[in-house]
């Protein structure tokens, strides 16, 4: 028979499986940032078009912004490093000044931040056809596509199936739906194993600056 102490050993080992997991996403992303520097100084050694030291950030992050391929924040700041690897670059002030371009409509949110996942932007002209839900909130997707009462494994695979891009495995999408489902204030309710819309409690769409253009 297992005891409250079983118990508590259990959830023990998930927290220390969390914090594991968690300290390596964050030194995959510092290796791979590091390694994204070190290529963007070798292509500006190689080719040229270093910009003069006193450049704005809008001149710089244009410079670097590839013409017809998705980027991250964190792939821009890399290049910029490798731009002028001497100078500071704050990935808030990069991130906003995307978000800027992107108000501009000069260039598109193909996916928002998710979890460990960053918001993935191309340039506004770029030969990339539009996404079903492209740019929209998965509070807002779901809100779409729950059109009648579902569970939340139906409604996970619906939005599947409905076109919605992630890179997260089926297990881990229809966690974060459930996630989304319970968590107060996005105006789902649960009746039974289903759950419905029951309108807006705050926007949907309402995502902290910081975590906008992760």
Request: proline share 5%.
């Amino acid at each position: 028979m297992k005891t409250t102490n079983d118990f508590d050993q259990f959830n023990a080992l998930r927290f220390k499986a969390r914090e594991r997991r968690d300290k390596a996403i964050v030194a995959a992303k510092a290796e791979y940032a590091a390694v994204l520097a070190k290529i963007a100084t070798l292509e500006h050694d190689l080719l040229g078009g270093r910009l003069k030291r006193h450049s704005t950030i809008s001149d710089c992050v244009q410079a670097v912004m590839p013409r017809d391929e998705t980027f991250t924040v964190l792939e821009i700041v890399a290049k910029l490093e490798g731009l002028e690897p001497g100078r500071v670059w704050r990935r808030h002030s990069v991130g906003n000044y995307i978000v800027t371009l992107m108000k501009r409509g000069l260039v598109r949110r193909l996916d928002r931040h998710k979890g460990h996942e960053p918001s993935v932007y191309i340039r506004a002209g770029a030969n990339v056809p539009k996404r079903p839900f492209e740019g929209q909130s998965l509070a807002v997707v779901m809100r779409q596509v729950l059109t009648k009462p579902m569970s939340q494994t139906e409604l996970a695979i619906r939005i599947l199936e409905a076109g919605y891009h992630t890179t997260m495995s089926k297990k881990a999408f229809r966690k974060q739906v459930g996630e989304m489902l319970a968590m107060p204030g996005n105006g789902f309710v649960k009746d039974g194993a289903k759950w419905e819309w029951a309108g807006p409690c705050r926007s949907p769409d309402h995502v902290p600056t910081q975590m906008a253009h992760s």
